[in-house]
C-alpha cells in the first residue's frame, strides 16, 4: 500500500512540474547539466541570467538542485559549452601528490581538468586522492571545443547541443544493471558511474545514460555469442590470468588495449567465449566438494540480474495514518511486534543499499500483513492469503517473511506451487516445507552443538552436571556422552530450589580443570550455582592451597534467565562461561555498517536490524553466486556477517535449516568472544 501511496504522489508532482513549466516551451531555451558545489547563483552568474529566471523555467530547483540535473535556462543564457576530444600522442609527466592538494588544485597547476587526470588515473573513479600517490599528467594537453546549433521544429524553440564524440547516449533498458552495461562497453562500475553521477543511487529503466562511443573507442560494444567478460578480482595476475583463461599475453592485451596501463582490481576484461574464470561460467558448476564451507560470496559474483525480492512485515499502516501523531508514538511503544517489523525493515535498506553497491541490483516489494493479536490466526493467515491472491508474484525470487510462524507456513504452502523460497527471518515455531528457508536456528540445534563441543573438547576433564527435573533430556544426553560425569541434584524448598553449600565444593578436583555444566532456567539456582563456584575460586585461592583452581562452567541452552539482574555478570566472566547462540556481539569489523546506520537513522541499530541486514544481504549474495537459492543452498557455503551467519541443509520433507551455530564465551572486561569451533 506504501509503495502504490508513493507512486501516485510522484505522478502528481510529475504532471504538476509539466504543467507550470508549460508556457517555457514557447520561448528559445539552453540546457545545463549541474556539475558537482554549483548552486543556482553560481550558475545564474556564469551563464548572466537571474536566479529568478531560472527558478521560473525550473520551479523544482527551489527546493533543492543536484549533480547531474540538466535545467532549463532562457535564450539570453550565451556562455559556450565545452568538451574534451580525444587526443592522440599523448605524453605523460608523473606528479607526486604533496600534503592538502586536491584534484581541483592539481588540474589548475598543469592546466589540465579534473575528468581528463581521472581518465588517465583510473583509481581516482573509486578512490580518494592520496598524499604521495603518482599521478600521470598529459604534459602536451590540448582542448577542444565542439559547438553545433540544432533548430527544433515548429522553429521559435532553439536548443544549444554539445557534441560528445567520446561518448553517446545510452537508454537503459528492463532488468539491466549496471554491472551489466559497464561490461558491455568494457568499463568498470566505478567509470560508468564517473560519467553518470545521477545513477550512484541505484539503475532505473527508461532514464538516458552516458557510455563510451564505439567509433572513438578502443573498447566497442562486443558481440557476447563470441566473447565473455572476466572482472579482475583483488589478487588477479597477468600471469595467474593468462594460465585461467589459456591464452598469451598478446591475446589478452589485443582484446583489451587498457592492459597497456596494467592490470586493475575491477577492470572488465573481455575474453573468449567459454573461457575458465569467465563470469559467465554455468551455474551447474558449482558443487559442494568445490565450495563446502566459509566462502565470500562477494567475490564469488556471477549472477547479476535483477533480484525480485518480496518482504512481508506486519507494520499496520492503516493503523498509522488514521490515528493522530501521539497515538502513534504510544503504539511504537506499546506494540513490540511493530517495533520487530520496523527494525528489521531498517536493516533491509541498509543492505539493498550495500548490495547495490556490489553490482547486485535488487527491487523490493514490501507487503504490510496488518496483523493484530486480538484478530486470532485465522484472520491474520486470510491477510497473507490476500497479498498473495491480489498481487503477481510469478516473477519473484525470494520471499523474506512473514514474522510470525503460522503466518509463514500459510505463505510458504500457497507459494510453494511455484517453487518460490520463503525465508522465516526470526521465529523457530514453523512447521517447514519444501520451499521453506528457517534462518533461525532451533533450540535442539543449539543445544547438539553445545554438546558436540563438550564430546570433542571434554576429555580428560572434570565433569559436573547440575541440571533440574525440566531438563532431564538434556542431562541424559550429557551423561551419554560422559557416563563418569558427577552429579549433583538441586533441592526443592518452600522457596524454589537451591544448593547445600557443600555440594559444589566436594565435587571440585583441584588437580584438574573442572567443567561445570548447568542446565536451568531458574534465576535463583543459577544464581546459586555462580556464586558458589566464584566463592571455589577465590577461598582455595587465598588460603593458597594452590595457585589456582581451573573451573568453567557451559550451558546446552542460555534462555532468558541469565540476563536477570540477580545473576552478576561478573561471576559468569570468571568462570570463563560457555553458551551456543544464534548470533554474536558485532566487533570492530562492523564498524563501517554501524557509523553508516547511525548515520541514517541516528539511533544504534538494534539487534532485529542487524538481522534485517544480514538475513538480506546473504539472501542477495546467494542470488548473486548461483541461479537460485535452491542451488546456492546445495553449495554448502557458510556466510558470515554482522551478528548472524548461515548455513542452509535440506531436511528431509520440510525444507531447509540454518544450521550456523556460534559458540560464545564471556571473555575479559566482561565482552563475549566467539569461541573457534573446528567440526567434521
Not at 514453523?430 to 534462518?439: D, E, K, L, T, W
Not at 534485517?612 to 546473504?618: A, F, L, N, R, S
Amino acid at each position: 500500500m506504501k509503495k502504490v501511496v508513493l507512486i501516485v504522489v510522484m505522478v502528481f508532482c510529475y504532471a504538476f512540474a509539466k504543467a507550470y513549466a508549460a508556457p517555457a516551451l514557447l520561448q528559445e531555451f539552453v540546457s545545463h547539466q549541474v556539475q558537482e558545489g554549483e548552486t543556482v547563483y553560481s550558475i545564474s552568474k556564469a551563464y548572466n541570467v537571474s536566479e529568478k529566471q531560472i527558478y521560473k523555467l525550473n520551479p523544482d530547483a527551489k527546493s533543492r538542485i543536484y549533480e547531474g540535473l540538466v535545467l532549463i535556462l532562457p535564450s539570453t543564457a550565451q556562455k559556450p559549452a565545452k568538451n574534451i576530444v580525444e587526443q592522440e600522442n599523448v605524453t605523460f609527466k608523473t606528479h607526486k601528490v604533496k600534503r592538502k592538494e586536491t584534484l581541483y588544485s592539481i588540474s589548475k597547476k598543469y592546466d589540465v581538468p579534473e575528468d581528463v587526470i581521472k581518465r588517465y588515473n583510473k583509481e581516482l573513479y573509486s578512490q580518494t586522492l592520496r598524499k604521495g600517490a603518482k599521478l600521470r599528467i598529459p604534459a602536451n594537453y590540448k582542448s577542444t571545443t565542439v559547438i553545433t546549433t540544432k533548430k527544433i521544429d515548429p522553429g521559435t524553440i532553439t536548443s544549444t547541443v554539445v557534441t560528445v564524440p567520446q561518448y553517446v547516449n545510452y537508454i537503459v533498458k528492463s532488468k539491466e544493471t549496471k554491472y551489466g552495461i559497464a561490461r558491455k562497453y568494457g568499463i568498470t562500475i566505478a567509470q560508468l558511474e564517473a560519467l553518470n553521477p545521477s545513477i550512484k543511487n541505484g539503475l532505473k529503466e527508461g532514464i538516458t545514460i552516458k557510455v563510451p562511443d564505439v567509433k572513438t573507442n578502443a573498447t566497442a560494444v562486443i558481440d557476447e555469442t563470441k566473447y565473455s567478460f572476466y572482472e579482475v578480482k583483488k589478487g588477479n595476475t597477468m600471469y595467474s590470468l593468462l594460465g585461467d583463461l589459456n591464452l598469451t599475453a598478446d591475446e589478452l592485451v589485443a582484446l583489451n588495449p587498457s592492459l597497456d596501463d596494467g592490470l586493475k582490481e575491477g577492470m572488465i576484461l573481455k575474453v573468449p567465449k567459454g573461457s575458465v574464470g569467465s563470469v559467465q561460467t554455468q551455474y551447474t558448476q558449482i558443487s559442494i566438494a568445490e565450495n563446502a564451507g566459509k566462502v565470500s560470496l562477494a567475490d564469488s559474483l556471477r549472477n547479476y540480474s535483477v533480484k525480485k525480492i518480496a518482504v512481508m512485515l506486519p507494520f499496520g499502516l492503516q493503523r498509522a495514518t488514521s490515528d493522530s501523531s501521539d497515538t502513534r508514538k504510544d503504539m511504537l511503544k506499546s506494540d513490540r511486534v511493530l517495533r520487530l517489523a520496523l527494525d528489521f525493515h531498517s536493516g533491509v535498506l541498509m543492505a539493498v543499499e550495500d548490495a547495490d553497491k556490489l553490482g547486485i541490483n535488487a527491487e523490493v516489494h514490501v507487503y504490510d500483513t496488518e496483523y493484530k493479536r486480538r484478530d486470532g490466526s485465522a484472520t491474520n493467515a486470510r491477510k497473507i492469503e490476500n497479498i498473495i491472491n491480489t498481487n503477481d508474484f510469478s516473477d519473484i525470487d525470494v520471499v523474506i517473511g512473514p514474522l510470525l510462524g503460522g503466518n509463514v507456513d500459510r505463505a510458504a504452502s500457497m507459494l510453494a506451487r511455484k517453487n518460490i523460497p520463503v525465508i522465516s527471518p526470526m521465529t523457530q515455531k514453523i512447521s517447514g516445507g519444501p520451499n521453506v528457508f528457517q534462518s533461525r536456528p532451533s533450540d535442539n540445534m543449539l543445544q547438539e552443538k553445545m554438546l558436540n563441543f563438550l564430546k570433542e573438547h571434554g576429555k580428560d576433564k572434570n565433569i559436573i552436571i547440575i541440571a533440574d527435573a525440566k531438563n532431564s533430556k538434556a542431562k541424559a544426553k550429557l551423561i551419554s556422552i560422559f557416563p563418569n560425569a558427577k552429579q549433583v541434584v538441586p533441592r526443592t524448598g518452600d522457596n524454589g530450589l537451591f544448593l547445600y553449600p557443600d555440594d559444589i565444593p566436594n565435587q571440585i578436583q583441584k588437580e584438574k580443570d573442572n567443567w561445570v555444566i548447568l542446565e536451568t532456567d531458574d534465576v535463583p539456582l543459577i544464581s546459586n550455582v555462580t556464586t558458589s563456584l566464584n566463592a571455589q575460586m577465590s577461598v582455595l585461592s587465598n588460603e593458597q592451597i594452590i595457585e589456582n583452581v581451573k573451573i568453567t562452567l557451559f550451558t546446552t541452552n542460555k534462555g532468558r534467565a541469565y540476563k536477570s539482574d540477580e545473576i552478576q555478570h561478573t561471576h559468569l566472566m570468571n568462570l570463563n562461561f560457555h553458551f551456543p547462540s544464534i548470533d554474536k556481539e558485532y566487533d570492530d569489523n562492523a564498524s563501517a555498517f554501524i557509523d553508516a546506520y547511525e548515520e541514517m537513522y541516528n539511533i544504534t541499530p538494534s539487534t532485529e536490524a542487524i538481522r534485517g541486514y544480514d538475513i538480506m544481504m546473504d539472501t542477495l549474495l546467494r542470488l548473486g553466486y548461483a541461479q537460485d537459492l535452491y542451488q546456492a543452498a546445495a553449495a554448502g557455503i557458510e556466510t558470515k556477517y554482522i551478528e548472524n551467519k548461515f548455513k542452509y541443509t535440506k531436511k528431509q520433507y520440510a525444507g531447509f535449516y540454518n544450521d550456523a551455530v556460534y559458540i560464545m564465551k564471556y571473555d575479559k572486561m566482561l565482552t563475549l568472544k566467539e569461541v573457534s569451533v573446528v567440526e567434521d
